[in-house]
């Protein structure tokens, strides 16, 4: 596992390593993770809006984010590759805080860009909130969310709900955008 004095170095590492294999992939690469990126953008968007409408601020200022005190390993390779395409600069994450993302006013992430586990995660008081139809709507969001991530998980090696570091440590120097022999294979059929 990393260790808490390496994240920095680690991260900066990945980010390079990322950002290169991106720039070097092929257009159809790049096409693909575009249609994918753009659609995961309008459906965390819409997730997000429906935790606004629940009153999800007022009720995360009430506990201090609670929730988000644990996010240390959320960041994937599907946000990383986000802010790659948009161009956007990446937060500047602090690991000594339990969630790098997390500053004075909230999550440092624009919810289009938010892993996974952040953005379709709501406390019982914020579901509590959401009228049923819009419950209905926030799981039907949350499963197309959860295909679009599996489909990078079953493409790259590199991807990972469990975050880039994890997955980082199990790849060793192996390319995070390597194919991995499961697209590959169903490429050829």
């Known amino acids: 596992m990393v260790s808490s004095n390496d994240y ?29 990126l753009i659609r995961i953008g309008v459906v965390q968007r819409e997730l997000h809006a429906l935790f606004l409408q629940a009153q999800g601020p007022s009720t995360c200022a009430g506990c201090l984010g609670a929730c988000c005190d644990r996010g240390r390993n959320h960041f994937t390779l599907v ?3 986000g802010f790659l395409h948009a161009g956007q600069p990446l937060p500047h994450p602090d690991f000594k805080a339990p969630c790098p ?35 209905q709507r926030f ?37 995070f955008l390597a194919r991995t022999s499961a697209s590959v294979d169903s490429k050829r059929t």
Not at 13 to 27: K, N, Q, S, T
Not at 152 to 168: E, P, T, V
């Open 8 to 36: 920095q170095g680690t991260w900066a590492r990945i980010i390079g390593r990322v950002r290169d294999e991106f720039l070097r992939a092929p257009a159809e690469e790049k096409d693909w993770i575009t249609q994918k």
């Open 101 to 135: 993302f997390l500053g004075s006013a909230g999550c440092m992430i624009e919810a289009a860009l938010r892993p996974f586990n952040c953005i379709t995660f709501n406390c019982e008081r914020v579901e509590d909130n959401l009228s049923p139809m819009d419950r």
């Open 79 to 81: 946000n990383l590759l």
């Open 139 to 175: 799981y039907a969001l949350e499963k197309e969310l959860r295909g679009l991530y599996g489909a990078f998980d079953a493409r790259y090696a590199g991807s990972s709900l469990r975050g880039l570091f994890i997955r980082h440590e199990r790849l060793g120097e192996s390319a």
